[in-house]
């Protein structure tokens, strides 16, 4: 049986290889431009601290984590999601006594045993920012900007910024207790699952995506007739903030999101383009998260997007994954007597910066030359008997298909 990659994982090689880097290249300047820092904690926690950041009862701790038993008998967790390692290492390094206020960005992959088909995977990858230490929409509106500036840069258009306000842990628990009646009084109608999750975690129920589920969703009591003067205000002031940021939303009564450490604001961005796997992003303003870990007392809002769904959806908008650019030289050697001093030139040109491509596999002229066209090259320098006599080389424009025979010291001048 031939080796192949474990299911759910995939391999990223290729013109979509280019396509990340363009992406990855965006998430730097964009949280540059916003002042945020990277910050980067291991692929593997200890699993007690998704336990108590996520929630027993959502769907990732109870039934995708990839945990296992180290050889000492620790039980680790590969990392689901990014927030909780995050604030663990905010507490443990007492991170905000000298930062009160910490903007901070990350990417990298995390693993969820989910069932996998397009746009969901077991390993996949995030890119996110959390802003840490404000109660105030400003800093939920911030996040929400710097996520939308990323997702426009990459140059996707058919997306939806879908909001919605969770409120206080006291405004959810009445909310919980009017719905977990409603759902009760209506559990034959419902999914197995859904029954399921009316004593574990009935919030859940609303993003049911079962049809016989929908219809009893909307006619459940909503959260937002349950929010009390501060939220209703919390709320107001990040709309009023979007819009004066000309940033489009709807409001959407339904959105809960599947972790259990968000209040107040909560958003994602969805796409119709990308089948059931609807949500390229999503995030929400954390407070309770801090104490959930040990951390006191702390606010905090963030985000993360998907990154494969970001591309696919990029992909789907444009027809593929976009043209890798063309720079670069192809250093040529015509004959054997110029094998040697190619590689020289190239070492040389090296230095100075350019992208050089030289051949390892001594084929003709013609060969080289298809080769150039493969690497996508700009520019293709040929050295033969005549050249290496004269001190000479012939240089060709790729794009054009001009070329001309210069001295070779004076190379850099053209090709840089
Ligand atoms: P999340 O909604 O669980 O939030 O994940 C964020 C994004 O990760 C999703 O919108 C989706 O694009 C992507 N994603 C999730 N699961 C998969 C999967 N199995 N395959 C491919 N992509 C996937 C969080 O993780 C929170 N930590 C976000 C946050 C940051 N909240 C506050 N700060």
Excluded at 50 to 61: A, H, L, P, Q, S
Excluded at 148 to 160: A, D, S
Excluded at 200 to 214: F, Y
Excluded at 255 to 271: A, I, M, P, S, W
Aim: aromatic share 8%; with cysteine.
């Amino acid at each position: 049986m031939s080796l192949q990659a474990v299911r759910g994982t995939r391999d990223i090689f290729g013109p979509e290889m280019s396509a990340w880097h363009r992406a990855e290249q965006i998430f730097r300047s964009v949280t540059d431009a916003f002042s945020y820092s990277e910050f980067r904690t291991p692929m593997f926690e200890s699993t007690e601290l998704f336990k108590r950041g996520i929630g027993e009862d959502t769907d990732v701790v109870g039934k995708e984590m990839y945990t296992f038993e180290d050889r000492g008998g620790d039980s680790l967790t590969l990392r689901p999601e990014m927030t909780a390692p995050i604030v663990r290492a905010m507490i443990e390094h007492s991170y905000l006594r000298h930062h009160p206020t910490t903007r901070l960005w990350y990417a990298g992959p995390q693993f969820r045993y989910d069932r996998p088909q397009k746009g969901r995977y077991r390993q996949f990858h995030q890119f996110g920012a959390e802003c840490i230490g404000s109660p105030y929409p400003e800093s939920d509106v911030e996040v929400i900007l710097l996520a939308n500036e990323v997702l426009q840069r990459v140059g996707i258009t058919k997306y939806t910024l879908e909001l919605n306000s969770l409120g206080t842990a006291d405004v959810r628990l009445a909310y919980r207790t009017a719905l977990v009646e409603y759902l009760t009084s209506n559990a034959d109608g419902l999914s197995v699952d859904s029954q399921r999750r009316i004593t574990t975690n009935p919030l859940r129920v609303l993003d049911s995506k079962e049809e016989r589920d929908r219809a009893i969703i909307s006619g459940a009591p909503l959260l937002s007739s349950f929010l009390d003067e501060a939220s209703s205000a919390h709320l107001a002031a990040v709309r009023a903030l979007l819009d004066v940021a000309g940033v489009s939303y709807v409001m959407n009564p339904l959105l809960v999101r599947g972790l259990d450490y968000y209040n107040h604001t909560v958003f994602e961005f969805t796409t119709n383009e990308l089948g059931t796997q609807n949500a390229i992003g999503g995030g929400g303003r954390y407070d309770p998260l801090f104490a959930m870990l040990g951390g006191g007392d702390v606010p905090a809002v963030g985000f993360s997007i998907g990154i494969e769904r970001l591309l696919l959806l990029y992909e789907a908008e444009h027809g593929g994954w976009g043209e890798s650019s063309i720079n670069g030289v192809y250093v040529c050697a015509i004959g054997d007597a110029a094998l040697l001093p190619v590689h020289v030139l190239a070492a040389r040109l090296r230095k100075r910066g350019l992208h050089v491509v030289t051949d390892v596999m001594r084929r003709s002229v013609k060969a080289q030359m298809k080769d150039a066209n493969r690497e996508q090259v700009r520019w293709v320098v040929m050295i033969g008997e005549d050249e290496l006599a004269q001190g000479t080389a012939v240089v060709k424009n790729m794009e054009s298909g001009e070329q001309r025979t210069i001295a070779q010291h004076e190379l850099e001048s053209v090709l840089l």
